[in-house]
């Protein structure tokens, strides 16, 4: 399988932004993909925060983060980013990057959908 590799996370104090990013250094994106964006915290569900699909740049978010991430897509670098502004300590949590492929059955937000992932981005809000 394609790995992604995520960079970006740290430790930050609730209101600050970080910008995450998704590399796939061996596999280009492009195509008929949606590039998602999941977290999971200790003892949580994992869930999709953001997607994007890579061509028509159609956007979803969770309704959590919605107002304050922003996915975007960079063609040049072969990288999907997501910004996070107005972070909170809810935010708390490892990010993952994936990538599903449009002519597979499912939603933006299953992560059974999606065929490649990366190891994920620890993010730390405090309080």
């Known amino acids: 399988q394609v790995q992604l590799v995520e960079s970006g996370g740290g430790l930050v104090q609730a209101g600050d932004s970080l910008r995450l990013s998704c590399a796939a250094p061996d596999w280009t994106f492009s195509g008929n993909i949606i590039v998602g964006w999941f977290r999971q915290a200790p003892g949580k569900e994992r869930e999709c925060v953001a997607a994007?699909?890579?061509?028509?740049?159609?956007?979803y978010y969770s309704d959590s983060v919605k107002g304050r991430f922003a996915i975007s897509t960079d063609y040049v670098k072969n990288t999907g980013n997501l910004q996070m502004n107005s972070l909170k300590p809810e935010d708390t949590a490892v990010y993952y990057c994936a990538v599903r492929f449009t002519y597979i059955s499912g939603s933006y937000y299953d992560a059974g959908g999606y065929s490649y992932w990366g190891r994920g981005t620890r993010v730390t809000v405090s309080s």
């Open positions: 994007i699909h890579w061509i028509r740049n159609t956007t």
